[in-house]
Nanobody, 115 residues
Framework: QVQLVESGGGLVHPGGSLRLSCTAS????????MYWFRQAPGRGLERVSS????????EYTNSVSGRFTISRDNNKNTLYLQMDSLKSEDTAVYYC????????RGKGTLVTVSS
């Protein structure tokens, strides 16, 4: 079955950086478009970014464009999210997912941006 395991979250100061990872199994990672979602405290699920199967194209929500970079290593079945210039409003649980609605997602990793 599909398994997605996120890691790399933690506490970081505003302006800092984090790199999230998501290891995938149970499906053919190399042909799947992959997504990052987040859910801030008291708010709904928000799609942050997605990347094509080959990694050649990606998209970002406006609030993270220019600060976050999505990438993937198809040899390692791993998805990444490099997050730079973090802001307090980036505080959320971050999930990787294999569908555009975020239904099939991992358990998430918590990112807290605070001074």
């Amino acid at each position: 079955q599909v398994q997605l395991v996120e890691s790399g979250g933690g506490l970081v100061h505003p302006g800092g950086s984090l790199r999230l990872s998501c290891t995938a199994s149970g499906f053919i990672f190399q042909i799947a478009r992959m997504y990052w979602f987040r859910q801030a405290p008291g708010r709904g699920l928000e799609r942050v970014s997605s990347i094509s199967p080959g990694g050649g194209s990606s998209e970002y929500t406006n609030s993270v464009s220019g600060r976050f970079t999505i990438s993937r290593d198809n040899n390692k079945n791993t998805l990444y999210l490099q997050m730079d210039s973090l802001k307090s409003e980036d505080t959320a649980v971050y999930y990787c997912a294999i569908d555009e609605r975020g239904v099939r997602r991992g358990k998430g990793t918590l990112v807290t941006v605070s001074s």
